[in-house]
């Protein structure tokens, strides 16, 4: 008996972009001519969960943005000192 598992490779992000739109688009293109209203159908589909998925990607990069700069807010000590109460 064989100890080896069998593993697929770890995608990096563009090449499995680049993998998924060429499976959505080979589905889209036998689906043209026997039935065009169903193709544009799950074209469109398709658009919608693209831009729903990026836009979710692009407003998680705002949010970790704005939390990183909150926190370098926070541990900027105050460089106003005040010497005037002693």
Do not use: C
Not at 19 to 26: E, K, N, P, V
Not at 31 to 54: D, F, K
Request: hydrophobic share 45%; glycine share 6%; net charge positive.
């Amino acid at each position: 008996m064989r100890k080896t598992r069998f593993r697929l490779p770890e995608f990096d992000t563009p090449g499995l972009w680049v993998l998924t739109l060429g499976i959505w688009f080979h589905i889209v293109s036998r689906l043209v001519r026997p039935n065009p209203s169903m193709a544009i159908t799950l074209a469109q589909i398709i658009g919608v969960s693209l831009a729903l998925w990026g836009g979710y990607r692009i407003v998680n990069r705002w949010i970790l943005l704005a939390r990183e700069a909150e926190k370098h807010e926070i541990r900027k000590p105050d460089t106003g000192a005040r010497h005037d109460e002693e």
